[in-house]
């Protein structure tokens, strides 16, 4: 277990020391492939898993972009980073949460791809990492169930932490993050926490649990910014009450990760601009689909925004990608 204590957190000293360190603001990342994960829905909401590769179009800063390699219903290994609020709020209701989560892990490893891996963490007024990465549900519940309530929310730094953690992991990345409300306490804010989920090409999916189904029992606040964090990495923002409803929301979380298309692609003819950030629209062909996936990532740029240069990668010269062990 790694704690990370809040004076650490808040000065920066000694982070390294405890295995999870605030990584210096990136100037420039050389981007050899994009890799785009995708959910595709229909009118009503259900999810479709059929789509080929023409099916679908990418653009790159508006620039259109050939799909080089293509998998539908992807079995490219997950890391899912499962953060558990464990702040003073969560005291009534954790021990109902960890009967969700514990069912959560369990579907999990039933199925999907042998790699598959969850790692656990905590975090209130300082972030823990409760587990690594492992396939073993009942190691991964001795800790859960040992979760105490208290002190405030550190919720952008728990993204921001657990994003550096993932970064380096080969496949798809997640993060799930059951909590009941909004950032307090955290020494970064919303923007670096996003930028850090968009460098380490993180999808969030959180469960933002409501005491009661109605709009007195709703933060709002908390509520618009993780959806905001799930919007802008390819995920989306749940809203349950306790027990079945929280099930649910696992379930289908689970159920649009087995559904995932993965897509990517050697960026082409795309001018150099001031912005690192390069926005991304992906669309399906079919009328009536909606695309979900990350807003953008982080590339080449150039700080006096030349547009006479362009980026152009080789595929002939660039790093192959991963392949998952299923062909499609």
């Known amino acids: 277990m790694t704690v990370l204590p809040w004076w650490q957190r808040a000065s920066g000293l000694g982070l390294l020391l405890l295995g999870i360190a605030f990584a210096q603001d990136p100037i420039r990342v050389n981007v050899r492939l994009v890799r785009v994960l995708a959910t595709v829905k229909d009118a009503s909401g259900a999810l479709v898993g059929s789509l080929d590769k023409s099916d679908f179009t990418i653009r790159d800063n508006g620039v259109p972009q050939e ?4 998998e539908r219903r992807t079995e490219q290994p997950l890391s899912v980073a499962l953060m558990i609020d464990n702040s003073g709020s969560t005291a009534i209701d954790i021990k109902y949460e960890i009967t969700s989560v514990s069912r959560f ?11 598959d891996t969850v790692g656990l963490y905590s975090f209130n007024y300082e972030v823990v990492r409760q587990h690594d990465f492992a396939r073993n549900v009942a190691a991964l519940e001795r800790p859960l169930r040992t979760l105490k309530s208290e ?3 550190a919720l952008y730094d728990a993204i921001y ?13 997640v993060m799930v993050i059951v909590t009941d409300g909004g950032d ?3 020494s970064k804010d919303f923007h670096a926490a996003l930028e850090a ?10 469960i933002l649990v409501v005491p009661i189904e109605n709009n007195a029992g709703r933060n709002s606040g908390g509520e618009n910014a993780l959806t905001g964090l799930a919007q802008g990495t390819g995920g989306r ?3 349950p009450t306790l027990g079945a409803q929280m099930d649910a929301a696992f379930d289908q979380i689970i159920r649009e990760l087995r559904t995932q298309y993965y897509l990517a692609y050697y960026p082409k003819d795309i001018p150099l601009t001031k912005d690192r950030f390069h926005r991304l629209q992906v669309q399906a062909r079919q009328p009536g689909l909606q695309v979900l996936t990350r807003s953008g990532y982080y590339g080449d740029w150039r700080p006096d925004g030349g547009a006479e240069d362009r980026i ?3 595929p002939r010269t660039a790093t192959p990608p991963v392949k998952s062990t299923r062909n499609h």
């Open 67 to 70: 799909v080089a390699v293509f």
């Open 105 to 115: 892990l369990q579907a999990m490893f039933r199925e999907g791809n042998l790699d």
């Open 151 to 153: 002190a405030g929310t």
């Open 161 to 173: 932490l657990v994003a550096g953690e993932l970064q380096h992991r080969q496949g798809r990345r």
């Open 184 to 186: 307090t306490v955290s």
């Open 197 to 206: 989920a968009q460098l380490a090409d993180a999808s969030i999916y959180p």
């Open 237 to 239: 923002v749940f809203l």
């Open 312 to 314: 152009a990668v080789d």
